[in-house]
């Protein structure tokens, strides 16, 4: 973990992470990613954890088929549209 953040009780930490699939598509094969985890404390204490990647380049180094990411990607497009919260953003 690095270049990590703390205000109050709020904090925030970017990390790379890797891990060799166990997918038997993708057996074997290396993948790198980075992301960010978002933690919220209470009395010292973790009281939310949030995290992102992008998991699109997840699906790039394992050699999925670019269709099926397409597939994929509109999918989480849909879902993130019909987030109410977007309306208040202009």
């Known amino acids: 973990m690095y270049d990590h953040a703390l205000e109050n009780n709020l904090g925030y930490v970017k990390y790379r992470f890797s891990f060799i699939s166990k997918i038997p598509d993708y057996k074997g094969r290396k993948v790198v990613i980075p992301g960010i985890s978002r933690f919220e404390f209470e009395n010292e204490f973790i009281k939310n954890y949030s995290e992102a990647v992008n998991g699109g ?29 977007l309306s208040k953003i202009k």
């Open 57 to 85: 380049l997840a699906m790039v180094q394992l050699g999925v088929n670019p269709l099926k990411m397409e597939k994929f990607l509109k999918w989480l497009k849909r879902s993130f549209n019909d987030d109410p919260n």
